[in-house]
Nanobody, 123 residues
Framework: QVQLVESGGGLVQAGGSLRLSCAAS????????MGWFRQAPGKERELVAT????????YYSDSVKGRFTISRDNGKNTLYLQMNSLKPEDTAVYSC????????????????WGQGTQVTVSS
């Protein structure tokens, strides 16, 4: 199983940028799909972005497409989420997750969760 620790959250003004990192321990990081979820207070958890084991296939929710970029460095066992043009509605706790397979990630295929990092976007 993969252990995950996020970092990089914080407070930023609308229009600004943040980069989240997710450090993974365990041999299987390089062989599983990864992704980022977020949950705002009073709202359901949302799948934001996913990336396959090789980085060759990515997915973005419509709400972040064109603004966020997911990437991974398998040599460093680290997952990233570059967030640009942030909006107040991006405010949420962001959690990284490891899939149980190598290609995709969904709420039903999560094998490991990080503890989450708060992102707050002020208007």
């Amino acid at each position: 199983q993969v252990q995950l620790v996020e970092s990089g959250g914080g407070l930023v003004q609308a229009g600004g940028s943040l980069r989240l990192s997710c450090a993974a321990s365990g041999r299987s990081f390089g062989s599983v799909a990864m992704g980022w979820f977020r949950q705002a207070p009073g709202k359901e958890r949302e799948l934001v972005a996913t990336i396959s084991w090789s980085g060759g296939t990515t997915y973005y929710s419509d709400s972040v497409k064109g603004r966020f970029t997911i990437s991974r460095d398998n040599g460093k066992n680290t997952l990233y989420l570059q967030m640009n043009s942030l909006k107040p509605e991006d405010t949420a706790v962001y959690s990284c997750a490891a899939s149980t397979n190598s290609i995709d990630l969904s709420a039903t295929s999560v094998g490991s969760w990080g503890q989450g990092t708060q992102v707050t976007v002020s208007s």
